[in-house]
């Protein structure tokens, strides 16, 4: 040690510091990821994150002078200057170097893709490394502590995922940087044994945080566009801010003619690498109804010579659909409209390079009202009685639906039912340009649920000129009138951009396109529900490592492989360094511990992903679930880490495992009760609730690693802390990202009956370890 020997109460602090700093440069991370490298590829955060600290950590087993040479202060002013250095590259490099690559021409770039991709994987995974020497080193030396010690890095951990969203929700991209590398600095400044050098130290922290800030704010603000998508097109980026959501911009496109000069120009809002596109659209004042000019989506309730008064508008962004649907409504409706992210509001409202679209007056209108919030929460607490004539569904970021914010739970059928409550009997449930595969089992379920019969009578399907088709619904069906005028007013659209095709109506002798027939009349399929709210399943069964020649690679294809071989990898690389690792005869970890490890920390995060996923749900107000959801999970698990020496005598692997075991899925019946009876509780109610609820269950995955790391101290195992800890990093690295790809085709509850039956093998196996006289598990 540097100069003195630090107090427990000392180390604890410096962990806690430590583990709230790293998870704050991961939330930041996924965020970066959720950005340059695009959602689809944001999910690696996680695993970079862990693989990183599981690297540090068998660094400092396979190398056990690491341990008797180990000096703090080195060590954490390493830590702080690959943090800083890290987030500095990463905004330098992938602002001008290797620019963003927006999702819709992702495909014509996998390459590039690719190569920011490991390039990023690399960089990131160093002040993981450091990370993880830091908190093995203080494992090793701490632990006889190490109940305290694992809930001072389970309590850090919790304080990040609680400050980090609020960081980004009052103080954007700026705030989060100056909190990132202050604590990056923090650790150092705590380790410090003079009040000079702590000056010193404090100092240095405030100048690089001023100066990064400024490098970090200049490269943000001069984000490259040259290989954003098309070559025809110049785009210009006119405003841009972070929040808990996204990275949001204000886009000018210019097409450029064949002879070089400027064409017609269009604004839109980017989230992210855009994952989801915001039209903006001018309001040009009070004007006489606009004639539909073809059978979609947005205009089919005026070509069938209805005349809403209540519209709703779900993922309205900045009302550009609420503009167009006032102007055919002649400004005689009342529109709703229903926003996830606050800050697309404010640039439309704000923003003087769209000025002249005078959004802000059209939204300042008294039958005008756009609301921001989560859309299942805006569902679940309208007032009695409130009831729509027009429910209109715009194209959302959840037609993936693989990563994201609860947005994915507008697309099962539960929210489908809901749908349903605040529709009117002759009210139209439209759904535009989206793909309709599942979106129509949905539809069915629910129709079936709520004993509505003649499905097939209450739908049309037509082609949208923007992708994928259109879905009219009508729970209360359709007059012949108004069919025979869907067909004479498609038939009469001769100009191509109105021209539409039916693809499927009521009645016979009408248009019914063969894949929707079977889609509408043929057996049910598989519908998404709030525990498996995906629309798009991965295809595991034509995977393939090495894409065959002549394969086809469209975004659903790169999404499952990009995921099945992330868990593949992770595997392979884990099992090569738990073999190396084992090497060492004298501090391996015995075969029952391994087991153990492997076990406990795999089934950790199918339990906390899970977990997050139904909570995500219940807690519904964005802020509250992206700070509430792991932190409460994370504060649990520290809490049963430091009560375990007060109760480490009756504390069992046979017990525990049972415990974890029954608790699990008792855990998921209430989550579920929850999501079902209570979504539209007060706040503070269902945060209590939530804390209730997984408590039990955190507080007993808290007690597994500082009770195996007991259990090798009894045994005389002080030198193999570390490579326990290494290992049960690596099974959270592994278990990570299987959970967040299984759940896409199995759903939540899978991972947490998943999770049980291997704590039922566990305790099996402790068994009869036990009855064999086995002493690694025990005290």
Request: proline residues 4%.
């Amino acid at each position: 040690m540097d100069e003195s020997q630090p107090s427990p109460f000392a180390y604890r602090r410096l962990v806690f510091v430590t583990a709230l700093c790293c998870l704050t440069f991961e939330l930041v991370l996924a965020r970066l990821a959720d950005y340059h490298l695009g959602a689809d590829n944001a999910f690696l955060a996680l695993p970079i994150a862990f693989l990183g600290l599981a690297l540090g950590s068998l660094h400092m087993h396979l190398r056990p002078v690491s341990v008797s040479s180990f000096r703090l202060t080195r060590e954490l002013a390493l830590l702080a200057g690959l943090c800083v250095g890290g987030l500095l590259f990463a905004f330098v490099f992938f602002s001008w170097i290797m620019p963003v690559t927006s999702t819709i021409g992702m495909m014509e770039r996998l390459d590039y893709l690719a190569q920011k991709t490991a390039i990023f994987i690399v960089l990131m995974s160093a002040p993981f490394y450091s990370f993880g020497r830091v908190l093995t080193g203080v494992y090793q030396l701490r632990r006889e502590d190490v109940g305290a010690i694992y809930a001072a890095d389970f309590t850090g951990a919790a304080l990040a995922c609680a400050v980090t969203p609020l960081a980004f929700h009052f103080g954007g991209l700026p705030t989060v940087v100056l909190v990132l590398i202050v604590l990056s600095f923090v650790p150092l400044l705590l380790a410090g044994t003079s009040g000079s050098r702590r000056a010193m130290i404090a100092v240095l922290a405030g100048l690089t945080a001023i100066v990064s800030v400024r490098l970090i704010e200049w490269a943000d603000d001069t984000v490259s566009y040259a290989e954003y998508r098309a070559s025809d097109v110049r785009y210009e980026e006119l405003e841009r801010a972070w929040n808990e959501h996204s990275r949001v911009a204000l886009l000018k496109r210019t097409k450029i003619l064949e002879d070089g000069s400027d064409g017609r120009s269009f604004f839109g809002i980017v989230h992210n690498n855009s994952r989801s596109n915001v039209r903006v659209v001018p309001y040009e004042g009070p004007r006489e109804a606009r004639r539909p000019k073809a059978f979609e989506g947005m205009e089919a309730a005026w070509v069938l010579g209805r005349a809403p008064e209540n519209i709703l508008v779900m993922f309205a962004g900045t009302g550009a659909q609420m503009v167009r649907l006032n102007d055919l409504a002649s400004g005689e409706a009342t529109v709703t409209g229903v926003e996830l992210n606050a800050l697309v509001e404010k640039i439309g409202r704000q923003s003087e390079a769209i000025a002249h679209m005078r959004l802000n007056e059209f939204l300042a209108l008294e039958h005008i009202n756009l609301v921001i919030d989560e859309g299942r929460h805006f569902l679940a607490t309208r007032p009695e009685g409130t009831k729509y004539d027009l429910i209109y569904i715009g194209c959302n970021a959840a037609t993936t639906a693989i990563t994201g914010h609860s947005r994915k739970y507008l697309d099962t059928v539960e929210a489908y039912e809901r749908y349903l409550e605040l529709l009117t009997n002759d009210g139209l449930l439209v759904f535009d340009h989206q793909p309709l595969e599942r979106r129509l089992q949905n539809l069915r379920a629910v129709f079936e649920k709520r004993g509505i019969t003649e499905f097939e009578n209450k739908v049309i399907v037509v082609d949208s000129v923007e992708s994928n088709d259109d879905l009219i619904v009508a729970p209360g069906g359709f007059s012949a009138e108004e069919l025979a005028r869907a067909e004479t007013f498609t038939r009469g659209r001769y100009k191509r951009q109105w021209r539409r095709q039916l693809r499927y109506m009521p009645g016979e002798g009408r248009p019914r396109n063969e894949k929707y027939r079977e889609l509408i009349e043929g057996a049910r399929g598989e519908e998404a529900t709030d525990d498996r709210p995906f629309v798009r399943n991965l295809e595991v069964d034509g995977y393939s490592l090495i894409p065959a020649p002549g394969q086809k690679k469209t975004v659903d294809w790169y999404i499952s492989w990009i995921k099945i071989t992330t868990v593949l990898v992770l595997a392979i690389v884990a099992a090569f360094f738990i073999v190396v690792a084992s090497l060492k005869r004298d501090s391996r970890a015995p075969l029952p511990v391994l087991l153990y490890l492997l076990m406990t920390g795999f089934c950790f995060m199918l339990c906390e992903v899970a977990l997050m996923a139904k909570l995500e749900l219940f807690l519904a107000e964005p802020l509250l679930s992206m700070a509430a959801v792991l932190s409460l999970f994370l504060l649990t698990s520290g809490l049963g880490s430091w009560l375990y020496p007060r109760v480490a005598h009756l504390c069992d692997t046979r017990w525990l495992a049972l415990l974890a075991a029954a608790i699990a899925p008792l855990c998921l019946l209430i989550l579920d009760a929850l999501v079902e009876h209570a979504l539209g509780l007060n706040v503070t109610l269902k945060l209590l609730l939530s804390a209730v609820a997984i408590a039990p269950l955190g507080m007993v995955l808290g007690l597994f690693f500082p009770h195996i790391i007991t259990c090798l101290l009894a045994n005389n195992r002080e030198q193999t802390v570390s490579i326990s800890y290494g290992i049960s990093t690596l099974s959270s690295v592994v278990g990570s990202a299987y959970a967040l790809t299984a759940m896409i085709n199995l759903g939540f509850s899978a991972l947490i009956y998943q999770a049980t039956a291997v704590y039922i093998a566990l305790c099996v196996f402790a068994v009869i370890y036990h009855a064999l006289g086995g002493r690694w598990l025990s005290r």
